[in-house]
Nanobody
Framework: QVQLVESGGDMVQPGGSLRLSCAASGFTFRNYPMTWYRQAPGKERELVARINSAGSSRNYVDSVKGRFTISRDNAQNTVYLQMNSLKPEDTGVYYC?????????WGQGTQVTVSS
């Protein structure tokens, strides 16, 4: 079955960096775009970054442009989110997402807390 497992979340001070990973299994990873979302308590889930299947095209929400980089390693079935210059407003649970045909899949999430 499809499985997405995020890791790498932590508590960091403003200006710090983290790299999130999402390990995928149960589908042909290289054939599908992958997306990172985030959600703060009491708020709706927000699309953060998306990468196409080949890793040649990327999209970001305006608030993270220039600070975050999405990448993927199709040989390792893993998608990454490098987060630099972190701000308190980046705080939330970060989720890996895949849409496979008509089905949408989510990982369990990993907590990122940016606080002084």
């Amino acid at each position: 079955q499809v499985q997405l497992v995020e890791s790498g979340g932590d508590m960091v001070q403003p200006g710090g960096s983290l790299r999130l990973s999402c390990a995928a299994s149960g589908f042909t990873f290289r054939n599908y775009p992958m997306t990172w979302y985030r959600q703060a308590p009491g708020k709706e889930r927000e699309l953060v970054a998306r990468i196409n299947s080949a890793g040649s095209s990327r999209n970001y929400v305006d608030s993270v442009k220039g600070r975050f980089t999405i990448s993927r390693d199709n040989a390792q079935n893993t998608v990454y989110l490098q987060m630099n210059s972190l701000k308190p407003e980046d705080t939330g649970v970060y989720y890996c997402n895949a849409k496979i045909r008509s089905d949408i899949y989510w990982g369990q999430g990993t907590q990122v807390t940016v606080s002084s």
